[in-house]
Nanobody
Framework: QVQFVESGGGLVQPGGSLRLSCVAS????????MAWYRQRPGKQREWIAR???????LYDASVKGRFTISRDTAKYTMYLEMNSLKPEDTAVYYC???????WGQGTQVTVSS
């Protein structure tokens, strides 16, 4: 059973940066696109970024230019570098493959002064 473990969240001031990590079990990284999602308070979970097996990336307009997705297949790890954070980026962030498998616990990111 594939498991995703997200980490790196925390409290940061507006304009700050955080780097999230996602470790996946199994060979999921080599076989699938990988993606980051988030669930903001009172909202449904939404996709924000994806990366192909070959490293091609795609971003939602809400994070494009501020967030960077990357992957290290040898380490079964994916990253989300988040810069210029805004209060509206406050959410629980999740990683998953595409298509989605079971969800992990996520990591909380809070952007507040």
């Amino acid at each position: 059973q594939v498991q995703f473990v997200e980490s790196g969240g925390g409290l940061v001031q507006p304009g700050g940066s955080l780097r999230l990590s996602c470790v996946a079990s199994g060979s999921i990284f080599s076989d699938n696109y990988m993606a980051w999602y988030r669930q903001r308070p009172g909202k449904q979970r939404e996709w924000i970024a994806r990366i192909s097996q070959g490293g091609i990336t795609l971003y939602d307009a809400s994070v494009k230019g501020r967030f960077t997705i990357s992957r290290d297949t040898a380490k079964y790890t994916m990253y989300l570098e988040m810069n210029s954070l805004k209060p509206e980026d406050t959410a629980v962030y999740y990683c998953n493959s595409m298509p989605n498998l079971s969800w992990g616990q996520g990591t909380q990111v809070t952007v507040s002064s």
